[in-house]
């Protein structure tokens, strides 16, 4: 049953040193708050899984919270590189960090195995691709019905999962609307959970196929206005493609990635107070 709480609250409460924690949104939604929370609190020895680990996971990376990755895909999107990735893949700094690398289709069923209480999920992906002599949560497998060549990928069960949405109601209910990746599906997998919202209000007036996670799904809802910053949320405010931009530059070089680090988020209370120290300023109120 969801609990509305503080950010700092539920992060001391429910993110633990060595947890698997899934922090998924798809171009949109991302949740970069929650994110710096985990930061600011020195959480160490995560494994952390994201189908698509960009700047937030580059921060957690490079501030040392990760001894394990799980993903798809890492990037810069539409500018390049993870400079704190790299560096801590090419040169173990500040710690070295273990690779498990999926295909999209893989991992986002290895989600939805998760979520349904199975021990594994089947697709049929992987033919000629190395990643199954590389990872061994992938085996093939034979159908018996058809004797056809599968795959099998084990669940993924993070021990937190966290994403951003709009909004929640007083009781929890979250509404989420515009892309969506494997929103519903980490948290469902998961043992626990954060979700991070835009507002609270009192009535959400949304169709209820909108509501993808009820209060009973999710363990704590916290009010983080702008909580996905850089990222955007549809309705509220929209990518910041600066800020990806200059993050190439920020994180290219080891002591200007901490002096930022060190200003902008460890030197900083809370959300809002990151985003005033990183000279960010959202729109007062919804977009549409």
């Known amino acids: 049953m969801a609990e509305i709480v503080g950010l700092r609250e539920a992060v001391a409460a429910l993110v633990r040193d060595g947890d698997t924690v899934a922090m998924e949104g798809f171009t949109h939604l991302i949740p970069h708050a929650a994110g710096h929370?985990?930061?600011?609190?020195?959480?160490?020895d995560l494994t952390l899984v994201r189908m698509t680990p960009d700047l937030v996971y580059d921060q957690l990376i490079g501030m040392g919270c990760a001894r394990r990755l799980v993903f798809a895909w890492g990037g810069n999107p539409g500018v390049g590189s993870l400079h704190r990735f790299r560096d801590a893949v090419e040169h173990g700094w500040?710690?070295?960090?273990?690779?498990?690398?999926?295909?999209?289709?893989?991992l986002a069923n290895a989600y939805v195995a998760g979520a349904s209480g199975l021990p594994f999920a089947v697709l049929d992906?992987?033919?000629?691709?190395?990643?199954p002599v590389h990872n061994p949560d992938i085996r093939p497998l034979t159908c018996p019905f058809t004797g056809r060549r599968l795959a099998a990928v084990r669940a993924i069960r993070p021990d937190v999962a966290i994403v951003h949405a709009q909004r929640a109601d007083r009781r929890g209910n979250v509404h989420l609307w515009g892309?969506?990746?494997?929103?519903?599906?980490?948290?469902?997998?998961?043992?626990?959970?954060?979700?991070?919202?835009?507002?609270?209000?009192?009535?959400?007036?949304?169709?209820p196929n909108a509501c993808i996670l009820p209060h009973?799904?999710?363990t704590a809802v916290c009010p983080v206005p702008g909580g996905a910053h850089p990222s955007y949320a549809q309705g509220y405010y929209d990518r910041d493609n600066?800020?990806?931009?200059?993050?190439?530059?920020?994180?290219?070089?080891?002591?200007r990635f901490r002096a930022w680090m060190e200003r902008c988020v460890l030197g900083t209370e809370d959300h809002a107070g990151y985003l005033r120290a990183a000279?960010?300023?959202?729109?007062?109120?919804?977009?549409s």
């Open 37 to 44: 929370e985990i930061i600011r609190q020195g959480r160490r």
């Open 94 to 106: 500040p710690r070295s960090l273990e690779l498990v690398e999926h295909s999209h289709a893989g």
């Open 125 to 131: 992906g992987y033919h000629g691709s190395d990643l």
């Open 179 to 207: 892309i969506v990746g494997v929103q519903k599906e980490a948290v469902l997998a998961a043992a626990r959970s954060i979700v991070t919202v835009e507002e609270i209000v009192d009535e959400l007036d949304a169709p």
């Open 216 to 218: 009973w799904t999710v």
């Open 242 to 255: 600066g800020f990806y931009l200059a993050w190439d530059g920020i994180s290219r070089d080891r002591e």
């Open 279 to 287: 000279g960010i300023t959202l729109p007062p109120e919804r977009t």
